[in-house]
């Protein structure tokens, strides 16, 4: 079953702040965060593996809820090259093996 | 630099036809997927490989099957397209499965009519 993903699409003007969620109806072991720009291969963001911590790219954070089964992804004083579309990736461990359930995306656009 | 290669950016059929689509990645990873990325949908997995003639389904794997007998190639096969196939395909590898991260190839857009 696909995580869910929300917002499906966020508008910001440079320099604002984002957060886009990503929840499951299954226990996690761990989270991916990729973006992908128009037309090109989507791009790996950051890792959150149960029981680790907080992780950060550049501007760009994320936490991970065990509890809730869902993370976030915090993106702080966007630029313009943030815009793109955003996919929460999902394993659940165990005989999952390393698959990904990915959600459908958020996509992000930032204006000057 | 790491590099995942996919054989063509577009591709059309016809229905029935059986197509190949090749993926290649140049960084000895242990680990190959094919995904199919739809509007709305996001990407969603098809097969993946852990090894050299080893794999397994992913979530939709109806309609198509794979093919690794070199590490470094993953082929998907639409054994007789239809036009629901119509879509675009990514191919991705990692170095191991669990909490590793998977580079992507640019993607085959795939029209079957």
């Known amino acids: 079953q696909q995580p869910v993903q929300s917002p499906q699409a966020v508008i910001l003007r440079e320099g604002e702040d984002a957060v886009i969620n990503c929840s499951s109806s299954?226990?996690?072991?761990?989270v991916h965060w990729y973006r992908q720009k128009h037309g090109e291969a989507p791009v790996f963001l950051m890792i959150?593996?149960?029981?680790?911590e907080q992780k950060g790219h550049e501007k760009i954070s994320a936490s991970f809820n065990e509890k809730k089964q869902q993370s976030s992804l915090y993106l702080t004083a966007s630029q313009l090259s943030y815009s793109g579309t955003y996919f929460c990736?999902?394993?659940?461990?165990?005989?999952?093996?390393?698959?990904?359930?990915f959600g459908q995306g958020t996509i992000l656009t930032v204006h000057p | 630099d790491v590099k995942v290669t996919q054989s063509s950016r577009y591709l059309v059929k016809r229905t029935g036809e059986k197509v190949f689509l090749e993926c290649v990645q140049d960084m000895d990873h242990e680990n190959m997927f094919w995904y199919r990325q739809d509007p709305g949908l996001g990407l969603r997995l098809i097969y993946f490989s852990y090894d050299v003639k080893m794999k397994e389904k992913g979530d939709i794997p109806e309609g198509y099957s794979v093919s690794r007998e070199k590490k470094e190639r993953f082929s998907l096969i639409l054994e007789s397209a239809s036009t629901n196939q119509t879509s675009m395909y990514l191919c991705a590898s990692s170095l191991r499965l669990v909490s590793y991260e998977q580079y992507f190839g640019p993607g085959t857009r795939l029209t079957v009519t």
């Open positions: 990736g999902l394993n659940a461990g165990g005989t999952s093996y390393g698959k990904l359930t």
């Open positions: 299954k226990a996690l072991y761990s």
């Open positions: 959150l593996l149960k029981g680790g």
